[in-house]
C-alpha cells in the first residue's frame, strides 16, 4: 500500500446493510418479537458469521482491481495511483464498479487525492510505511 504518490480512501455507507441476502436464505435469518415474525433482506450488523462472508463478497465484486490499485477491508477501500491522473483513472473505475454493484459510499468519510493516509493504524505515504 506505500510508496504511492496518491491515495483515495473511500468508505462504504452502513457496509453490510448493502449486501442482500438470498431470497432461499432469508428465512435463516428468522426471529419473533413482539411486533411479529421477521427476516432479514440484507446482511445484518449482529451476525457473527457475517465479517468473513461480507469481505469476500467485496472482494469477489472488485477482484480484478483489488492488489493492483485497491485494498479492501470491510467496507473501507483504498485506491492508489503513482500519479495524480493514474489514481484519478483508478478511481474512476472503482466508482463505476460501486454503481454496477448499487454500492454506495459514505461521502462524508471519504477523502480524495491525498498524499498520505493512515490504513488500518498505519501511516501510508510515498516514501515509505511506519506504524501510526
Given at each position: 500500500?506505500?510508496?504511492?504518490?496518491?491515495?483515495?480512501?473511500?468508505?462504504?455507507?452502513?457496509?453490510?446493510n448493502q449486501i442482500p441476502i438470498?431470497?432461499?436464505?432469508?428465512?435463516?435469518?428468522?426471529?419473533?418479537?413482539?411486533?411479529?415474525?421477521?427476516?432479514?433482506?440484507?446482511?445484518?450488523?449482529?451476525?457473527?458469521?457475517?465479517?468473513?462472508?461480507?469481505?469476500r463478497c467485496m472482494t469477489s465484486?472488485?477482484?480484478?482491481?483489488?492488489?493492483?490499485?485497491?485494498?479492501?477491508?470491510?467496507?473501507?477501500?483504498?485506491?492508489?495511483?503513482?500519479?495524480?491522473?493514474?489514481?484519478?483513472?483508478?478511481?474512476?473505475?472503482?466508482?463505476?464498479?460501486?454503481?454496477?454493484?448499487?454500492?454506495?459510499?459514505?461521502?462524508?468519510?471519504?477523502?480524495?487525492?491525498?498524499?498520505?493516509?493512515?490504513?488500518?493504524?498505519?501511516?501510508?505515504?510515498?516514501?515509505?510505511?511506519?506504524?501510526?
Amino acid at each position: 500500500m506505500a510508496g504511492h504518490a496518491y491515495y483515495c480512501f473511500l468508505d462504504g455507507y452502513s457496509g453490510y446493510n448493502q449486501i442482500p441476502i438470498a431470497l432461499e436464505d432469508q428465512e435463516k435469518t428468522t426471529f419473533t418479537c413482539p411486533f411479529g415474525t421477521f427476516a432479514y433482506r440484507r446482511m445484518p450488523f449482529d451476525c457473527v458469521m457475517l465479517p468473513p462472508r461480507f469481505q469476500r463478497c467485496m472482494t469477489s465484486i472488485f477482484s480484478d482491481m483489488v492488489e493492483h490499485f485497491l485494498e479492501v477491508f470491510m467496507d473501507d477501500f483504498s485506491v492508489h495511483g503513482s500519479s495524480f491522473d493514474e489514481c484519478l483513472h483508478h478511481l474512476s473505475l472503482v466508482l463505476i464498479r460501486c454503481k454496477e454493484k448499487n454500492l454506495v459510499l459514505n461521502w462524508e468519510k471519504c477523502h480524495f487525492m491525498v498524499t498520505k493516509g493512515i490504513v488500518l493504524g498505519h501511516v501510508s505515504v510515498k516514501a515509505r510505511h511506519r506504524g501510526g
